[in-house]
């Protein structure tokens, strides 16, 4: 078919428009890009001012302890840091796109729909931090509010927080201008549809607010808004974002606008400045500190001595390494990272099965999670009114059975079919001995950690800061740290923490309107009236948790369902310590169930092998986890045994 002149002359109009836009956008993208070193500089600047507070702890226990003279502002003073350390690093996780997102589905389409959705989640995004940043300077203009001891207001603080959001929200634009830039690569208006699917939602959800409510009950209410929330987690938009969104959206129509963009400007400013948090921030920061110190590394050497010699004993020790680690550590990646380093390279060495190999170093940092210090235990503790302590000591158990089950399965697979394990030189007596040395840091940490807390010298609050403390003298003593290896440390806290408290204050958004849904209550209710014993309810609890795990990433997992769960177990009558083990246990299991286990999806990236191998890899450890679980179910003293004795 013939072009005519003036389809040619359209096509080259159109040809100029595109190029000259493209033009526009790529200056803009550039001057936007400018903004990264100070965006990543203020990110590690954050973190280098929470050094600082890791020092002020320090003093401040050392002051009482010793000479009985508390710093009486170190609770106001650290609770002000944490507001710079989160919000000067939210848009460095930006930046980093470190935001949790459930990416799978977004990951298997093609170019065209992962740019609308991409682009849906970067204006919707925008639209929901302008929001955010209006009801910030609001209240930062209005605020009166000022520190109990030393009579600090909380206005800068505030405006602090509005800084750190305009500077997420020109990250963000800065994403969206190149999503439409590169949407102009492809013919048709791709462009029209990434900008005008946004807009459209937000005129829909505007006139749904505005208009009279629908005859609905509460609890149906909540049950919807949990559906939207599961259904925007698979847009790819970062988790934090849609339970913020979420929450805001379904308050103001319960509550109407005032109350909704009132919770919306406090609730996440309010979680991040609490004293209550910052055990998880000084904990990520001791764990971060360790794992750039080589501590990991030290570890499965000791396994590797010890254990080598047996068949799969390479990824037996790696198992005993991860579990020591998860002494330093509270998360479930860092002892998959720092053991993957070492551990895979010598396990292709001596000709082990990858999938083995792989399994093993995918699965092994859940046990992390169980061992203190725990982010899971801290998390809980807080949602649920619990001691950390207690929690912490209460997982130990728990943990070591994971470990042994780890290894267990390693050793039958490994006894039926030698080939994937092979042993490897035993090491003499001498050197295994030799090799404990390095564990020492670790060993000193813990002891530190909780003896400290046992001991009364300090609460399980300071504790983090305490280990961090010790973690940095540690590197820096033995020449792990040097200020490179640092900067690297505190970036990624950095990255970890402002996603975590993201999450915290999204979830927190997101728990009011659960809360006002009364949805709760009306489960523990429901449950309360059906004629079946509570292990049964257990039970039904722990499939639910469950299968949302194979689809939920861990940290919004236990935020959304501890507080949907509790008043069934308070109901009950159930241990809370012991339940706070199971939904812990729950929340470390989510980390390596297949399809959207986050170590699932790390270990893809750092063994560069399918992801269909990695699934198949993972299969016995859920299992042997599953089969922990059920004991710790069935016999609560595993879990509720150490806490009564340190009683």
């Known amino acids: 078919m013939m072009t005519t002149d003036a389809e040619k002359s359209e096509l080259a109009e159109l040809a100029g428009f595109r190029a000259s836009v493209s033009g526009v956008l790529n200056s803009a993208i550039c001057g936007f890009n400018k903004l990264n070193p100070f965006v990543h500089g203020i990110g590690i600047a954050a973190m280098a001012i929470f050094i600082l507070m890791v020092l002020f702890t320090f003093t401040d226990v050392i002051l009482r302890y010793v000479f009985n003279r508390p710093i009486a502002a170190s609770v106001e003073l650290t609770s002000m840091m944490m507001v710079i350390v989160v919000f000067f690093a939210v848009a460095y996780t930006q930046l980093s796109k470190a935001h949790v997102a459930m990416d799978l589905i977004t990951d298997r389409l093609r170019r065209k729909p992962q740019l609308v959705l991409e682009g849906f989640a970067n204006l919707m995004s925008v639209a929901l931090f302008v929001l955010v940043i209006w009801q910030l300077i609001l209240n930062g203009i209005s605020s009166p509010q000022l520190t109990v001891v030393l009579g600090i207001p909380f206005k800068p603080f505030i405006l602090i927080a509005a800084f750190g959001c305009t500077l997420l929200i020109l990250m963000l634009i800065r994403d969206s201008l190149q999503n439409i830039f590169e949407s102009l690569r492809y013919k048709g208006k791709l462009w029209l549809l990434m900008v005008g699917i946004p807009v459209l939602l937000i005129i829909a959800v505007g006139y749904l607010l505005a208009t009279t409510p629908i005859n609905m009950s509460l609890p149906v209410m909540g049950i919807i808004g949990l559906v939207v929330m599961l259904l925007l987690f698979f847009t790819g938009t970062p988790v934090a974002f849609v339970l913020m969104a979420v929450g805001l959206v379904f308050l103001i129509y319960i509550r109407g606008a005032p109350a909704g963009f009132d919770i ?23 764990g ?17 001595r010890f ?28 002892g998959s990272i720092a053991m993957t380093a070492i551990g895979l390279p010598e396990m292709r060495k001596y000709k082990y099965d990858d999938k083995l190999a792989i399994g093993t170093l995918t699965c092994s940092g859940t046990i992390g999670m169980l061992i203190p210090p725990s982010i899971g235990f801290i998390l809980y503790s807080i949602l649920a009114e619990q001691s950390i302590g207690e929690l912490f000591i209460a997982g130990i158990i728990p943990g070591v059975m994971c470990a042994i089950m780890f290894m267990l399965i390693i050793y039958i697979q490994c006894r039926r079919n030698p080939t994937l394990g092979p042993s490897v030189p035993s090491s003499n007596w001498i050197e295994r001995l030799g090799s404990l040395k390095s564990g020492g840091p670790i060993g000193a940490l813990f ?18 800061g305490i280990g961090a403390f010790g973690a940095l003298l540690f590197g820096f003593s033995m020449r792990r740290l040097n200020w490179q290896r ?24 997101f728990g009011y309107f659960v809360v006002v849904s009364q949805l709760p209550i009306t489960m523990a209710e429901a449950v309360a009236a059906i004629n079946v014993p509570p292990i049964i309810v257990l039970i039904i609890i722990a499939i639910i948790i469950f299968i949302l795990g194979c689809f939920l990433p861990a940290l919004p997992l236990i935020l959304i369902t501890t507080p949907i769960f509790l008043p069934i177990a308070k109901t009950l009558g159930w241990d ?12 470390s299991l989510a980390c390596i169930t297949p399809p959207f286990g986050i170590n699932l999806f790390v270990m893809k990236g750092v063994t560069q092998k399918p992801i269909d191998i990695i699934y198949l890899s993972v299969i016995p450890f859920v299992l042997a986890f599953i089969v922990v679980i059920a004991f710790i179910i069935a016999f609560p003293a595993l879990s509720t045994w150490l806490p009564y004795l340190l009683h």
């Open 288 to 304: 971060y500190l360790s794992f750039y110190s080589g501590f990991g590394e030290d570890l499965f050497r000791i396994g590797y």
């Open 576 to 587: 809370l310590v012991w339940f706070g083990v199971i939904i812990v246990m729950l929340m």
């Open 486 to 509: 640092l900067a690297h440390a505190l970036a990624e806290a950095a990255k970890f923490t402002a996603m975590a408290f993201t999450i915290l204050g999204g979830a927190t958004i």
């Open 447 to 464: 002891l530190l950690v909780i003896g400290g807390i046992y001991a009364g010298i300090f609460t399980a609050t300071e504790a983090g």
């Open 307 to 334: 254990l080598g010699h047996v068949r799969g004993g390479l990824a037996m020790g790696t198992v005993a390494a991860c579990t020591a680690f998860g002494a330093v550590v509270g998360d479930t990646l860092s």
């Open 264 to 286: 919306l400007g406090k609730s996440w400013f309010d979680t991040v400045s609490s004293y209550g948090w910052s055990p998880l921030m000084f904990f990520l920061l001791m």
